[in-house]
Nanobody
Framework: QVQLVESGGGLVQAGGSLRLSCTAS????????MGWFRQAPGKGREFVAA????????YYADSVKGRFTISRNNAKNTLYLQMNSLKPEDTAVYYC??????????????????WGQGTQVTVSS
């Protein structure tokens, strides 16, 4: 079993920054990819960013490209999402997710087997 715990959410003004963290624990952790998703009230879960754990190739949704940066610390089994130039439309619950069994990076929630509990990000205008 793998446990994912997010932290770093909060309330920030438009134009501000936040850094989310996601720490993985449990059985020996060897991930194909990890990703960040978000879900705003009344909307479906949306892909934000993903990273291939080995090699570090990154992928971003068009809506966050140039503003968000996904990274990871392999030794600490920790995933990060640096969010800059935040906009009110970025307001959502942000989830980290892990894929341990595939060989390609899937840019959709169906490609991930383990999920964190979510952390709220609220951007005020």
């Amino acid at each position: 079993q793998v446990q994912l715990v997010e932290s770093g959410g909060g309330l920030v003004q438009a134009g501000g920054s936040l850094r989310l963290s996601c720490t993985a624990s449990g059985r020996t952790f060897s991930s194909n990819a990890m990703g960040w998703f978000r879900q705003a009230p009344g909307k479906g879960r949306e892909f934000v960013a993903a990273i291939k754990w080995s090699g570090g190739t990154t992928y971003y949704a068009d809506s966050v490209k140039g503003r968000f940066t996904i990274s990871r610390n392999n030794a600490k089994n920790t995933l990060y999402l640096q969010m800059n130039s935040l906009k009110p439309e970025d307001t959502a619950v942000y989830y980290c997710a892990a894929d341990l069994r595939r060989t390609i990076v899937v840019l959709a929630s169906s490609g991930y087997d383990y999920w964190g509990q979510g952390t709220q990000v609220t951007v005020s205008s």
